[in-house]
């Protein structure tokens, strides 16, 4: 197995899913200046500035996680080249990291907040506070779209680092 194709190919979708958090960021933005534009209500007024947050939040994860596995992917090749048997442990150990915290975050903690902020909306009447947990919602629901393909990937890329050192 080619462990140096296999990261490279990981590194690609991991920037091309940093170029959906960016799209949806943008959208979520354009989103919120249509609600300053257009909105007329107490709730579409109240969603303007939680919904530009969390467009700028997706913008700029997805221009960090863009520019990081872009980082990653140049480095493979010279780090391959240099220690292959380094580069190997290195990423098994930043990968296992990388599973733990994909399952804990996007697959048990997200869910949960997304529930509570589900529960705001629907039980408090004061339009602040529901634009804030629809906000949240819409921020939460693309990380853990977005993280559980991500974690897919990452654990294909895992098993694949595996077959390699052993």
């Not at 990380?143 to 077959?163: G, N």
Request: aromatic share 10%.
């Amino acid at each position: 197995m080619d462990i140096l194709k296999a990261a490279t190919v990981w590194a690609k979708a991991e920037m091309v899913s940093s170029i959906f958090f960016m799209f949806i960021g943008g959208v979520y933005i354009l989103s919120a200046i249509g609600f300053w534009q257009l909105g007329n209500n107490a709730l579409t007024k109240a969603l303007i500035i939680p919904i530009m947050i969390v467009g700028a939040l997706l913008l700029g994860a997805g221009i960090s996680f863009y520019n990081s596995s872009k980082s990653l992917l140049s480095s493979f090749e010279t780090e391959y080249k240099t220690n292959p048997s380094s580069l190997i442990k290195s990423e098994l150990d930043r990968t296992t990291r990388t599973i733990k915290t994909y399952e804990k975050a996007a697959l048990k903690v997200f869910p949960l907040i997304i529930i509570i902020a589900l529960l705001m909306v629907v039980f408090i009447s004061k339009p602040t506070i529901r634009a804030i947990g629809i906000a949240i919602i819409a921020f939460l629901i693309v990380l853990v779209l977005l993280d559980s393909l991500a974690l897919k990937r990452m654990k294909t890329y895992h098993q694949q680092l595996e077959l390699v050192e052993g």
